[in-house]
């Protein structure tokens, strides 16, 4: 079942900002696994059926999966057919990948703001699972969308799954037990930095109240994310609240916005 929130009164002392480069540290501890909040895997089934349908009348011959984590997309769509690449920066999420997708895909490490992979190589970019906004600065993000457009082909599609800004604001500040698949406990606290406007998350460990994580995520507005498409050449196509591909709505608690590059015919 899904972690429902339980909000919290705000903290009004000072914290430090999470490290920019949380992420590194982060995705290669086994415990990631857990505190990301993975789907249960009927939940993953259903994201791939969506997918399929979206997919299928485009009959791409080159997908790239970027931030592909664990492969938990990029495997059943391998084996429904879809010739995908996966890449991601974590050398722990590149080996789980690749045990995944059991030789039949390509998983290169790299990092997202810098992708080792030719210009006009891919039909379709999927980003997906909230793996945008992680960089420290706009720039940065901004690049990241740079490097996905530079790999498709004219005409190719970009398909970005990313929070609701709205919907996630209105749930801040919150708090939880989150139980660990080895034993014990971490205490996760969300809240908004409206200085730097991200969404800061601490992990402490439930006895001592120590940090062992903090995770740090740029929530861009839909504005926002149309106007970075817009300066690297990718069009806005349109939106959805979901992979059952229904409009967005404001309670909708992810945006999936779909881009296509310029040049198509």
């Known amino acids: ?10 903290d009004k002392t000072s914290r430090r900002p999470a490290d920019d480069d949380w992420w590194r540290a982060f995705f290669e501890n086994p415990d990631s696994l857990r505190l990301a909040f993975f789907p249960e895997q009927w939940v993953t089934d259903r994201q791939v059926d969506g997918l399929a349908r979206l997919l299928a009348p485009w009959r791409p011959r080159c997908i790239l999966d970027l931030c592909c984590g664990a492969g938990r997309h990029m495997a059943p769509l391998l084996r429904r057919g879809y010739p995908v690449v996966g890449l991601d920066a974590s050398s722990m999420m590149v080996a789980r990948a690749r045990s995944a997708v059991g030789g039949v895909g ?14 006009g190589a891919f039909d379709v970019v999927l980003c997906l699972f909230n793996s945008f906004g992680y960089l420290p600065t ?25 929070r609701n800004r709205a919907y996630q604001l209105s749930q801040l500040p919150f ?26 998350s601490e992990f402490r460990c439930a006895g001592t109240g120590r940090v062992l994580h903090r995770a740090s995520i740029r929530c861009y507005s839909l504005a926002e994310l149309e106007a970075m498409l817009t300066r690297c050449g990718l069009r806005l196509d349109d939106t959805f ?16 916005i779909l881009a296509v590059r310029d040049g198509g015919a």
């Open 138 to 162: 706009d720039e940065a993000n901004q690049q990241v969308l740079r490097e996905a457009a530079r790999c498709l082909r004219p005409g190719g599609r970009l398909l970005l799954d990313t």
């Open 1 to 10: 079942m899904e972690n429902r929130p339980r909000k919290a009164s705000a």
């Open 241 to 256: 609240g979901g992979y059952d591909w229904t409009p967005l709505r404001a309670d909708s608690r992810e945006v999936l």
């Open 106 to 119: 390509r998983v290169v490490r790299g990092e997202a703001q810098r992708l080792p992979l030719a210009s």
């Open 175 to 200: 708090s939880e037990i989150v139980a660990l698949q080895g034993g014990g406990a971490i205490w996760l606290e969300c809240r908004h930095d409206p200085v730097r406007d991200r969404l800061v």
